[in-house]
């Protein structure tokens, strides 16, 4: 009974290093989507996918990029770490565009 | 205007109190809603799901408002355990069905 399932939960970087954020769903979900929240503030989306090897820009894209190239998984890349990037990272899914989404417990992300 | 607002408050509420809070959006077109729940460093949780007029589930009452376009959220008898943020999530569809988040209202429940 996973769900959606984020790692690593927690990281820190450096300025100008790149990782990436792995994201898998176990529930045959078509959507899935990337967003970040910094303290305080609600959520905006990164990026998101409506099936494998579709993705799509949200609000706040530069910086990231993702990849779909199955159902199950969305990683997102950051390519050139910078402090701005600091926040909690939230993986979600859910069936159609429609559903409700489902979302993983997120990875803290520091980059000094 | 934000596609979706919320008073981002806190509500501070004693025990046993009723409390409303409403979100507004701006694409008259969106059909969806949800209200969600996040604790504080966890991740949100869906409450409720808003499909047509409304719908109620215990002390929870979702109402849709389409001609205002606002959705609200009751909670009658307040618990300690409900001191949470609430965000809500219309859909929409400008961008190919995607939910907007609003930026939530925080509530807190006192003794």
């Known amino acids: 009974n996973a769900g959606v399932t984020q790692t690593p939960k927690f990281r820190i970087l450096k300025i100008g290093q790149s990782m990436t954020l792995q994201c898998t769903q176990d529930?045959?979900?078509?959507?899935m989507y990337w967003y970040r929240q910094d303290p305080g503030m609600g959520l905006k989306l990164i990026y998101y996918s409506v099936g494998a090897g579709i993705t799509d820009k949200g609000e706040v894209p530069n910086g990231y990029n993702v990849s779909r190239s199955t159902t199950e998984d969305f990683p997102l890349r950051l390519e050139l770490a910078a402090p701005s990037q600091t926040s909690v990272y939230f993986c979600a899914s859910s069936r159609t565009g429609n559903q409700p989404q489902h979302f993983g417990d997120g990875t803290r992300l520091s980059i000094l | 205007r934000k596609e979706v607002e919320q008073d981002p408050g806190p509500f501070n509420v004693p025990e046993g109190a009723t409390v409303a809070f409403n979100c507004t959006y701006s694409n008259s077109a969106s059909q969806s809603f949800f209200w969600y729940r996040q604790d504080c460093r966890k991740e949100p949780k869906l409450l409720m799901s808003v499909y047509s007029s409304g719908n109620e589930d215990g002390r929870f009452t979702a109402q849709l408002n389409r001609a205002s376009q606002y959705i609200s959220l009751l909670i009658r008898d307040s618990k300690l355990s409900d001191s949470a943020t609430y965000l809500c999530g219309p859909m929409n569809n400008n961008a190919g069905n995607m939910l907007t988040f609003g930026g939530g209202t925080r509530l807190m429940v006192k003794p």
């Open positions: 529930m045959n979900h078509n959507y």
